[in-house]
């Protein structure tokens, strides 16, 4: 599992140009069943993914698709980490691997 952590460098009337597309993104990848949760950073400076990948390249694949990767509207720090203990609402989602064949695009 990965958290992928979005710091703004861009003022945020320029990120709301490009948000309408951002959640596209974000709408795509929560239809393929790999992310799991996402929002804003609270003050808003940027923002969380919380995502399910095969490892740290298929992360920076999908994140090459942000409109906000695209347009430097933010910096992402990926973090991968394993869950060792975790609520019953997730265990599905953590234990249920990605199919090596799953098309990350």
Do not use: W
Request: proline share 4%; glycine share 4%.
């Amino acid at each position: 599992m990965f958290i992928v952590n979005l710091t703004y460098i861009k003022p945020l009337d320029e990120v709301e140009k490009h948000l309408e597309k951002h959640i596209d993104f974000l709408n795509q990848y929560y239809t393929k069943g790999l992310f799991i949760a996402s929002g804003r950073k609270n003050p808003r400076t940027g923002g969380i993914i919380l995502m399910r990948a095969k490892n740290k390249d298929a992360v920076q694949e999908i994140i090459a698709h942000d409109p906000f990767y695209q347009n430097e509207i933010a910096q992402y720090e990926i973090i991968e980490f394993e869950a060792s203990k975790y609520c019953l609402e997730l265990k599905t989602l953590l234990s249920d691997p990605l199919d090596e064949n799953e098309e990350i695009k």
